[in-house]
């Protein structure tokens, strides 16, 4: 169910205007809360959208939507959306969606598992580049609209996944909950000079460090933690959906492979007093 304005918004009409429809024609038919607020169906709502697009003509438009219907954005047609190279669709759907779910709802249960869909028909395959770049393009605007960080910790994620990994969205949605979760963040790669990796510390001065994709060697990997632990000592390190291999040395907390499972897996790690031990899970890495 969602609220009056964001179904005048899904319809581009003002809230009067959807009203009056309810009036004049009955449909669509809003629900009453024990306040006396309208909520209308997702469904009834978009099909009178999809109507109004083909006719033109509202009478016509009620009328067609009162005998189809669809259903609420979902992984599938998202991906069907890419799968037709439809940024309009695309960004729609994820509207419609927002007017359900939460922006980590959104991520989770739309976003990643339509662009992962894509990804089955080849890692470089045009609908698949195209998933990627809009999905990276909408997190980036996420990140931006984002309010201040309401924490003093800050978080480096180290992305050492390859050109074109559905693993570097992953990544890309990690920090948004990140960010979300009032904690500021860097993403760098492992590409960069140890002297701008320096400066960007002193910056930032993480109190965690999260590693994340699977595309670079151990020994580098190494290396670029130490690199942190030189300026940053006490640093939190965190595997993220698995750079970090089992290899029976040292311990790295593994977070969950889910971008908000995991920020509250790193904020309980934050929150939790000096010398206390909190349950995550463990990769073992020298």
Request: charged share 25%.
């Amino acid at each position: 169910m969602i609220r009056t304005n964001a179904a005048a918004t899904m319809l581009g009409v003002s809230t009067n205007t959807l009203r009056s429809w309810e009036r004049r024609y009955g449909f669509p038919r809003p629900r009453r809360t024990k306040g006396g607020h309208r909520h209308y169906e997702l469904l009834q709502i978009e099909a009178l959208r999809q109507s109004l697009a083909e006719t033109r003509n509202v009478s016509s438009a009620v009328a067609l939507a009162q005998e189809r219907g669809t259903g609420p954005s979902s992984p599938a047609r998202l991906s069907e959306a890419f799968a037709a190279f439809d940024e309009q669709l695309a960004d729609r759907l994820l509207e419609e969606s927002l007017a359900l779910r939460s922006v980590e709802r959104t991520i989770e249960e739309v976003l990643l598992p339509a662009v992962a869909g894509q990804a089955e028909e080849g890692a470089r395959s045009a609908s698949y580049e195209f998933a990627l770049r809009h999905a990276t393009g909408w997190l980036s605007a996420l990140k931006r609209l984002t309010p201040p960080a309401s924490r003093r910790e800050g978080v480096l994620i180290l992305d050492v996944s390859a050109a074109w990994d559905l693993d570097t969205l992953h990544g890309q949605a990690l920090e948004v909950a990140l960010r979300r979760g009032g904690l500021r963040t860097l993403c760098l790669s492992p590409a960069i000079d140890r002297s701008g990796l320096g400066r960007a510390l002193r910056a930032l001065e993480p109190r965690a460090l999260v590693l994340t994709g699977r595309s670079v060697l151990l020994d580098e990997l190494a290396r670029l933690v130490y690199a942190v632990r030189l300026v940053s000592r006490d640093v939190l390190v965190f595997d993220y959906r698995g750079p970090a291999p089992d290899t029976g040395a040292t311990t790295v907390g593994r977070l969950t492979p889910s971008p908000v499972a995991a920020r509250d897996e790193l904020l309980r790690r934050l929150d939790a007093p000096a010398g206390r031990a909190v349950p995550v899970a463990a990769a073992r890495w020298a």
